[in-house]
Protein backbone atom coordinates (compact mmCIF):
# COMPACT_ATOMS: atom_id res chain seq x y z
CA UNK A 1 0.00 0.00 0.00
CA UNK A 2 1.36 3.59 -0.53
CA UNK A 3 1.67 5.04 2.11
CA UNK A 4 2.42 8.49 0.98
CA UNK A 5 -0.94 8.38 -1.32
CA UNK A 6 -2.67 8.00 1.61
CA UNK A 7 -1.31 10.77 3.72
CA UNK A 8 -2.02 13.52 1.67
CA UNK A 9 -5.35 12.30 1.30
CA UNK A 10 -6.98 14.31 3.38
CA UNK A 11 -5.20 17.71 2.10
CA UNK A 12 -6.75 16.25 -1.32
CA UNK A 13 -10.32 15.98 -0.39
CA UNK A 14 -10.51 19.22 1.58
CA UNK A 15 -9.06 21.21 -1.07
CA UNK A 16 -10.88 19.60 -4.09
CA UNK A 17 -13.72 20.55 -1.53
CA UNK A 18 -12.97 24.11 -1.10
CA UNK A 19 -12.25 24.76 -5.00
CA UNK A 20 -15.54 23.12 -6.22
CA UNK A 21 -17.40 25.52 -3.50
CA UNK A 22 -15.46 28.24 -4.82
CA UNK A 23 -16.80 27.42 -8.36
CA UNK A 24 -19.83 25.95 -7.83
CA UNK A 25 -21.79 28.87 -9.76
CA UNK A 26 -19.63 29.50 -12.88
CA UNK A 27 -20.85 27.79 -15.92
CA UNK A 28 -20.77 24.44 -16.88
CA UNK A 29 -17.85 23.55 -18.64
CA UNK A 30 -17.99 20.84 -21.83
CA UNK A 31 -14.42 19.47 -21.51
CA UNK A 32 -15.47 18.22 -17.64
CA UNK A 33 -19.23 17.07 -19.00
CA UNK A 34 -17.14 15.19 -21.70
CA UNK A 35 -15.17 13.47 -19.21
CA UNK A 36 -17.53 13.19 -16.55
CA UNK A 37 -19.87 11.08 -19.31
CA UNK A 38 -17.15 8.90 -20.27
CA UNK A 39 -16.02 8.03 -17.37
CA UNK A 40 -19.77 7.23 -15.65
CA UNK A 41 -19.84 4.73 -19.01
CA UNK A 42 -16.97 3.40 -18.58
CA UNK A 43 -17.94 2.49 -14.65
CA UNK A 44 -21.00 1.22 -16.11
CA UNK A 45 -19.60 -1.28 -18.54
CA UNK A 46 -16.54 -2.34 -15.87
CA UNK A 47 -19.93 -3.08 -13.70
CA UNK A 48 -22.20 -5.22 -16.39
CA UNK A 49 -19.22 -6.88 -17.19
CA UNK A 50 -18.05 -7.92 -13.44
CA UNK A 51 -22.07 -8.53 -12.80
CA UNK A 52 -21.26 -11.61 -15.37
CA UNK A 53 -18.81 -13.40 -13.22
CA UNK A 54 -17.88 -15.60 -10.86
CA UNK A 55 -14.77 -14.62 -8.53
CA UNK A 56 -13.23 -14.85 -5.33
CA UNK A 57 -10.45 -13.01 -3.77
CA UNK A 58 -8.58 -12.67 -0.43
CA UNK A 59 -9.09 -9.18 1.90
CA UNK A 60 -6.66 -8.42 5.07
CA UNK A 61 -7.55 -5.48 6.99
CA UNK A 62 -5.12 -4.23 9.96
CA UNK A 63 -7.10 -2.58 12.35
CA UNK A 64 -5.90 0.18 14.50
CA UNK A 65 -7.94 1.88 17.39
CA UNK A 66 -6.70 5.41 18.38
CA UNK A 67 -6.93 6.96 21.68
CA UNK A 68 -6.31 10.43 23.21
CA UNK A 69 -3.00 11.81 22.15
CA UNK A 70 -3.39 9.49 19.30
CA UNK A 71 -2.24 6.47 21.00
CA UNK A 72 -3.16 3.39 19.53
CA UNK A 73 -4.71 1.75 22.03
CA UNK A 74 -5.31 -1.91 19.89
CA UNK A 75 -3.77 -3.26 17.35
CA UNK A 76 -5.61 -6.50 15.22
CA UNK A 77 -5.86 -8.14 11.82
CA UNK A 78 -8.05 -10.13 9.80
CA UNK A 79 -8.14 -12.11 6.85
CA UNK A 80 -11.21 -13.54 4.86
CA UNK A 81 -11.52 -14.81 1.30
CA UNK A 82 -14.49 -13.73 -0.38
CA UNK A 83 -16.35 -15.55 -2.93
CA UNK A 84 -18.42 -13.52 -5.29
CA UNK A 85 -21.16 -13.60 -7.74
CA UNK A 86 -21.38 -10.08 -9.47
CA UNK A 87 -21.21 -8.02 -6.92
CA UNK A 88 -22.91 -10.21 -4.60
CA UNK A 89 -21.35 -12.08 -1.98
CA UNK A 90 -22.16 -15.72 -1.82
CA UNK A 91 -20.09 -17.00 1.16
CA UNK A 92 -17.18 -16.14 3.07
CA UNK A 93 -14.17 -18.04 4.73
CA UNK A 94 -12.33 -16.97 7.71
CA UNK A 95 -8.55 -17.39 7.65
CA UNK A 96 -7.29 -14.81 10.22
CA UNK A 97 -9.95 -14.50 12.82
CA UNK A 98 -9.22 -11.01 14.78
CA UNK A 99 -8.87 -11.15 19.01
CA UNK A 100 -12.15 -9.25 19.47
CA UNK A 101 -14.68 -7.20 17.11
CA UNK A 102 -13.82 -5.10 14.31
CA UNK A 103 -15.32 -3.21 11.13
CA UNK A 104 -15.70 -4.63 8.38
CA UNK A 105 -14.31 -3.15 5.35
CA UNK A 106 -16.29 -1.29 2.65
CA UNK A 107 -15.18 -2.93 -0.55
CA UNK A 108 -17.83 -1.66 -2.55
CA UNK A 109 -17.63 1.52 -4.17
CA UNK A 110 -20.51 4.53 -5.55
CA UNK A 111 -20.39 5.43 -9.11
CA UNK A 112 -19.84 9.08 -8.14
CA UNK A 113 -20.21 9.87 -12.12
CA UNK A 114 -24.34 8.61 -12.32
CA UNK A 115 -25.27 11.25 -9.03
CA UNK A 116 -26.26 14.48 -9.24
CA UNK A 117 -23.15 16.20 -8.06
CA UNK A 118 -21.32 19.33 -8.77
CA UNK A 119 -18.18 18.96 -10.42
CA UNK A 120 -14.78 20.72 -10.93
CA UNK A 121 -11.51 19.77 -12.92
CA UNK A 122 -8.68 19.61 -9.92
CA UNK A 123 -6.68 22.83 -10.26
CA UNK A 124 -3.16 20.64 -10.35
CA UNK A 125 -4.25 19.34 -13.82
CA UNK A 126 -0.63 19.57 -15.97
CA UNK A 127 -1.73 16.86 -18.72
CA UNK A 128 -0.42 13.57 -17.46
CA UNK A 129 -2.46 10.57 -18.09
CA UNK A 130 -4.62 11.38 -14.89
CA UNK A 131 -7.51 13.73 -14.77
CA UNK A 132 -8.58 14.51 -11.15
CA UNK A 133 -11.98 15.52 -11.00
CA UNK A 134 -13.23 17.18 -7.69
CA UNK A 135 -17.13 16.16 -7.24
CA UNK A 136 -19.30 17.85 -3.94
CA UNK A 137 -23.41 17.78 -3.26
CA UNK A 138 -25.23 20.76 -3.85
CA UNK A 139 -26.32 21.27 -0.03
CA UNK A 140 -24.55 20.11 3.43
CA UNK A 141 -27.36 17.76 4.46
CA UNK A 142 -26.71 15.83 1.47
CA UNK A 143 -25.98 12.08 2.52
CA UNK A 144 -24.16 11.80 -0.27
CA UNK A 145 -20.09 11.72 -0.20
CA UNK A 146 -17.74 14.18 -1.64
CA UNK A 147 -14.13 13.90 -2.72
CA UNK A 148 -12.42 13.56 -5.60
CA UNK A 149 -12.21 11.03 -8.52
CA UNK A 150 -8.81 9.96 -10.70
CA UNK A 151 -9.52 8.51 -13.79
CA UNK A 152 -7.34 7.66 -16.56
CA UNK A 153 -7.07 10.34 -19.30
CA UNK A 154 -7.33 8.02 -22.56
CA UNK A 155 -9.41 5.32 -21.26
CA UNK A 156 -11.72 7.29 -19.04
CA UNK A 157 -11.78 4.06 -16.21
CA UNK A 158 -11.36 4.82 -12.47
CA UNK A 159 -8.38 4.72 -10.52
CA UNK A 160 -8.65 6.78 -7.51
CA UNK A 161 -11.36 7.64 -5.26
CA UNK A 162 -11.36 9.44 -2.01
CA UNK A 163 -14.88 10.13 -0.07
CA UNK A 164 -15.41 12.49 2.18
CA UNK A 165 -18.98 11.52 3.71
CA UNK A 166 -20.66 14.70 4.97
CA UNK A 167 -23.47 13.18 7.52
CA UNK A 168 -22.11 9.51 8.32
CA UNK A 169 -24.72 7.61 10.17
CA UNK A 170 -23.33 7.23 13.49
CA UNK A 171 -20.05 8.90 13.24
CA UNK A 172 -18.92 12.19 13.29
CA UNK A 173 -16.46 12.30 10.71
CA UNK A 174 -15.71 9.71 7.76
CA UNK A 175 -13.35 9.14 4.99
CA UNK A 176 -12.73 5.96 2.81
CA UNK A 177 -10.22 6.06 -0.29
CA UNK A 178 -9.57 3.32 -2.99
CA UNK A 179 -6.83 2.19 -4.57
CA UNK A 180 -8.28 0.48 -8.03
CA UNK A 181 -7.45 -1.99 -10.17
CA UNK A 182 -8.24 -3.70 -13.51
CA UNK A 183 -7.70 -7.03 -14.54
CA UNK A 184 -10.19 -9.23 -16.19
CA UNK A 185 -12.22 -6.66 -17.80
CA UNK A 186 -13.86 -5.08 -14.60
CA UNK A 187 -12.51 -2.50 -11.91
CA UNK A 188 -11.90 -3.34 -8.23
CA UNK A 189 -10.22 -2.26 -5.30
CA UNK A 190 -6.98 -2.94 -4.31
CA UNK A 191 -6.57 -1.29 -1.34
CA UNK A 192 -9.05 0.67 0.62
CA UNK A 193 -8.09 3.09 3.87
CA UNK A 194 -10.89 4.18 6.26
CA UNK A 195 -10.35 6.52 9.30
CA UNK A 196 -13.50 7.28 11.16
CA UNK A 197 -14.59 9.36 14.10
CA UNK A 198 -17.06 7.68 16.28
CA UNK A 199 -19.48 9.11 19.11
CA UNK A 200 -18.44 6.96 22.18
CA UNK A 201 -19.85 7.30 25.30
CA UNK A 202 -17.73 9.62 26.88
CA UNK A 203 -15.42 10.70 23.99
CA UNK A 204 -14.92 10.19 20.52
CA UNK A 205 -13.53 7.55 19.31
CA UNK A 206 -11.03 6.87 16.40
CA UNK A 207 -10.07 4.18 14.41
CA UNK A 208 -8.26 3.20 10.94
CA UNK A 209 -8.84 0.86 9.00
CA UNK A 210 -6.64 -0.39 6.43
CA UNK A 211 -7.42 -3.24 3.84
CA UNK A 212 -5.47 -5.08 0.98
CA UNK A 213 -7.27 -6.75 -2.05
CA UNK A 214 -5.48 -9.83 -3.76
CA UNK A 215 -5.25 -13.42 -5.05
CA UNK A 216 -8.02 -12.29 -7.79
CA UNK A 217 -9.32 -15.81 -9.23
CA UNK A 218 -11.98 -16.51 -11.28
CA UNK A 219 -14.01 -19.35 -11.03
CA UNK A 220 -14.78 -21.40 -13.74
Not at 25 to 47: C, G, I, N
Request: charged share 20%; net charge negative.
Amino acid sequence: MTKRFFQITAVLILAAILFISALAQEPADPVLSFYVTQAKKAFETSQLHSEKMHYTFLVTSHYQQIGRGGVIERLDTAITRYFMSGSQIDSTQVVAEPTSEMPVPTIAFPNIFAESYIYNFFPNDIGEEDIAIGFDTPGSEDSLPAGLAVIDRAEYKLKRLHLYYQNPDGFKRLTRSYLLKEQNGFIFADSIWELNAKHGVFSTEYYRLDTDIGQLQLIR
